[in-house]
């Protein structure tokens, strides 16, 4: 069994910055890529960032060159650097990663972590 727990959410005014860190425990044999979706309400679950190596990512359009994912090998930890936040990047934010554990290669997602950005 796999975990993946999330913190760094919160309340934050706009302009300011949030870091989310993610980390996977359990029977971890590797991970293939990692990142970060968020929903906000009533809309669909959308992705915000990806990764499977620092030369490796992927991000939607309206986080470009404000957001950053950064992953910790070593710590089966990834991040998302929130930078220039704005009230329409609130939403609930999910880490993923696609893990390989003891038995086979799957999708795990995290409970979620809020962030509210006010004007």
């Known amino acids: 069994q796999v975990q993946l727990v999330e913190s760094g959410g919160g309340l934050v005014q706009a302009g300011g910055s949030l870091r989310l860190s993610c980390a996977a425990t359990?029977?971890?044999?590797?991970?293939?890529?990692m990142g970060w979706y968020r929903q906000a309400p009533g809309k669909q679950r959308e992705l915000v960032a990806a990764?499977?190596?620092?030369?490796?990512?992927v991000y939607a359009d309206d986080v470009k060159g404000r957001f950053t994912i950064s992953r910790a090998n070593a710590k089966n930890t990834v991040y998302l650097q929130m930078n220039s936040l704005k009230p329409e990047d609130t939403a609930d934010y999910y880490c993923?990663?696609?893990?390989?554990?003891?038995?086979?290669?799957?999708?795990?997602w995290g409970q979620g972590t809020q962030v509210t950005v006010s004007s």
């Open positions: 359990g029977s971890i044999v590797s991970i293939n890529a």
């Open positions: 993923n990663a696609l893990v390989r554990d003891t038995t086979r290669t799957r999708d795990y």
């Open positions: 990764i499977r190596s620092a030369s490796s990512t």
